[in-house]
């Protein structure tokens, strides 16, 4: 995160005082820096390095076309979930032969999209998904590339809400159904089973359950093979950790040492999905304090910024660090809430705080993942600007939101 610190008492993003962005564009505002993106990416690229290997970005984690596009002109790839997310990142200028496509519920107007665009893989969540597919692809004249998902039954140790892997969850296809369906799928006109795939979970701060986990999925794809399928892709998921607080995570080069034998034993084209690794720590928000007060035994920080903004912490419960602009602000103990109408909108409870005054900005950390892409409307709020540096420059990638925004779309019907 050296991207973002301090120098000569002022808080910076690459080249950028965040005073100066603060003023600029005003508050609550998220600043992505550049750097730290490709950064990121490098590490990863190169953490594979020895091996046949794509690092998809994914696209949940950030939409940003300017963060797609710094990272899609770096060659990275893009992990999708949605119609939505195809149309942003082939905007963003992904080549589509770099776009997987995940989810349980893609509809078959997506299905469409995804095969229009020839994308690398569908991975495929379920046997109705396949059959679907086959139809649609059928419907089209094409044949779709696949990899099954597989669901391998094993707790990612993350939280309840970010694991994916565990025998009762939503995800994948059971690892014991996976083989038999492989088989199904060979007899299908219009799917071509290329790969394998996997995610257990987000924000792993232990590589045991990743490990596990690949021992199971890679011994599918030899028992693929030995069935006679082609494996050409094996995606291990995404999921990697980064440092919120004071979390010890393992990096890229001790998640591929640990994991290469069983990737070697693929033989296959590895492809990672990871999206918090690349922007988690590559942005932050800013947001200013309105009013100061007291409240029973407590003191609040009250914030321009709320749950709609970020909602990690009041979601997850999520540490986000809280920094002062001006490096000798000194500390108090307190809560920085929103001013949404909930007692569950907070960005940090019952911390050391910088003892900022009204009208101060904050910078809330590590928010350039699940940011500003989970953030709403809600309370008729429009929603912050986002803004990206690279050196001494930067630019408005999004503009705030205004009032006339927030009613985009709707229609008062006739009757009335
Ligand atoms: N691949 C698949 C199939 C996924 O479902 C996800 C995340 C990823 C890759 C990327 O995971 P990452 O590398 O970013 O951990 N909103 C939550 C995180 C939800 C993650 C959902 N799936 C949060 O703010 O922590």
């Given at each position: 995160m050296e991207e973002f610190g301090y120098r000569g008492g002022e808080l910076?993003?690459?080249?950028?005082?965040?005073?100066?962005?603060a003023r600029g564009v005003g508050t609550p505002a998220y600043v992505y820096s550049r750097a730290a993106l490709e950064g990121a990416y490098r590490e990863l690229d190169e953490a594979f390095s020895g091996l046949d290997h794509l690092v998809c970005f994914a696209v949940k984690a950030n939409g940003n076309l300017a963060v797609l596009r710094t990272l899609a002109s770096l060659g990275a790839g893009a992990d999708i979930v949605s119609g939505g997310e195809l149309y942003r990142a082939v905007r963003a200028g992904f080549d589509p032969k770099k776009i997987v496509f995940a989810g349980v519920g893609k509809t078959g107007e997506e299905l469409t999209s995804g095969l229009g665009e020839r994308i690398l893989t569908f991975n495929v969540e379920s046997a109705a998904e396949l059959e679907q597919l086959n139809e649609t692809a059928a419907r089209y004249g094409k044949k779709a590339r696949v990899s099954l998902?597989?669901?391998?039954?094993?707790?990612?140790?993350?939280?309840?809400?970010?694991?994916?892997?565990?025998?009762?969850?939503?995800?994948?296809?059971?690892?014991?159904?996976?083989?038999?369906?492989?088989?199904?799928?060979?007899?299908?006109?219009?799917?071509?089973?290329?790969?394998?795939h996997q995610h257990i979970g987000s924000q792993m701060t232990r590589l045991d359950p990743l490990v596990n986990s690949l021992k199971k999925t890679t011994d599918l794809v030899a028992e693929l093979k030995s069935r006679g399928h082609e494996i050409r892709y094996f995606n291990m998921g995404g999921g990697l950790g980064i440092r919120y607080n004071d979390e010890n995570v393992p990096g890229p080069r001790e998640l591929v040492e640990a994991a290469r034998p069983y990737l070697e034993s693929t033989g296959a084209t590895i492809i990672c999905e990871m999206g918090r690794y690349m922007a988690g720590n590559a942005g932050a928000m800013l947001t200013s304090v309105v009013y100061r007060k007291?409240?029973?035994?407590?003191?609040?920080?009250?914030?321009?910024?709320?749950?709609?903004?970020?909602?990690?912490?009041?979601?997850?419960?999520?540490?986000?660090?809280?920094?002062?602009?001006?490096?000798?602000?000194?500390?108090?103990?307190?809560?920085?809430?929103?001013?949404?109408?909930?007692?569950?909108?907070?960005?940090?409870?019952?911390?050391?705080?910088?003892?900022?005054?009204?009208?101060?900005?904050?910078a809330v950390m590590s928010a350039g993942a699940y940011g500003f892409a989970m953030s709403s409307n809600y309370n008729s709020r429009p929603r912050p600007a986002e803004v990206m540096v690279s050196g001494d420059r930067w630019a408005v990638v999004r503009e705030r939101e205004h009032n006339a925004d927030l009613v985009k779309g709707e229609l008062v019907p006739a009757f009335l």
């Open positions: 910076y993003c690459e080249g950028v005082a965040l005073s100066e962005i998902r597989v669901n391998p039954d094993v707790d990612a140790e993350s939280h309840p809400a970010i694991s994916t892997g565990n025998e009762d969850s939503k995800f994948g296809v059971p690892l014991a159904e996976a083989a038999a369906l492989a088989d199904h799928a060979a007899g299908l006109r219009c799917v071509e089973l290329v790969g394998v007291r409240s029973g035994h407590k003191s609040f920080l009250v914030a321009d910024a709320g749950m709609n903004d970020l909602l990690r912490p009041s979601l997850y419960d999520a540490y986000h660090e809280i920094r002062a602009l001006k490096e000798d602000t000194p500390p108090t103990t307190a809560d920085l809430v929103g001013p949404v109408c909930e007692s569950g909108d907070f960005l940090a409870q019952g911390r050391e705080l910088p003892d900022a005054a009204e009208g101060d900005a904050l």
